[in-house]
């Protein structure tokens, strides 16, 4: 599998590179952000199953990389950075990345993270019409394309925001507990993570503008409580 490592400390990108190609990846390096993302066009060669993002990067910060990653594709990306304080962390889920990784690490558990996003499979089955589709009440969730929209409009969400409203979707009325959610949706038991999935939650409630959709079960975490279908009217 080729992967992308974005980091501009030569020394630190020969040493990483070592250690995954070890373990079987193809590692292309790019030493800033735009090198990245000319990597990232549309070529004829194998395309990369996951990304690892540093964010001190000499042209351009990583988060902003990161945002214009997301609008092109949707490979994992991992960020790796020294920057360890929560509001960092969450700043970067928020835009899109599958994981973060703080600088030092241990080289056995990023591997480990590294394969956790490249296995993880895309929501499928639950409530609705199909296999393919879930609706509740006016809101579709289209899970092959990972579209959704309400009443027929399209509501642009982030990985992980879509991530966790199929996840509630499929078993809606069931409570899930926040540990279970950070273990499916962000695959870590990270606790820095809980304050991350109250911030998803709060704006999934906000984008769909449907603040009761997410009804919070205090001291167990989170279900999705099903719009009630509009009555038929009834002819005279």
Known sequence: MRLLLVEDDDHVAAALSAILAKHG???????????????LLPAAHEPFGVILLDLGLPDQDGYE????????????VIMVTARADVRSRIHGLNLGADDYVVKPYDTGELIARIHAVIRRPPP???AGRGDSELWLGPVQIELPT?????????????RKEFDLLALLAQRPGVVFRREQIIS?????????TGRTLEVHVAS???????????????GVGYRLVAPAAPATPQGT
């Open 124 to 126: 499928a089955g639950g």
């Open 184 to 192: 499916e949706v962000w695959r870590t038991s990270w606790e820095g």
């Open 25 to 39: 990846f193809k590692v292309v390096h790019a030493r800033s952000g735009e090198e990245a993302l000319q990597a």
């Open 65 to 76: 990389v990161c945002g214009k990653i997301r609008k092109r594709s949707s490979i994992p």
């Open 146 to 158: 990972r579209r959704v929209s309400v009443e027929g409009s399209e509501v642009q969400l982030t």
């Open 204 to 218: 999934l409630r906000s984008k769909l503008r449907m603040p009761a959709l997410i009804e919070t079960v205090r």
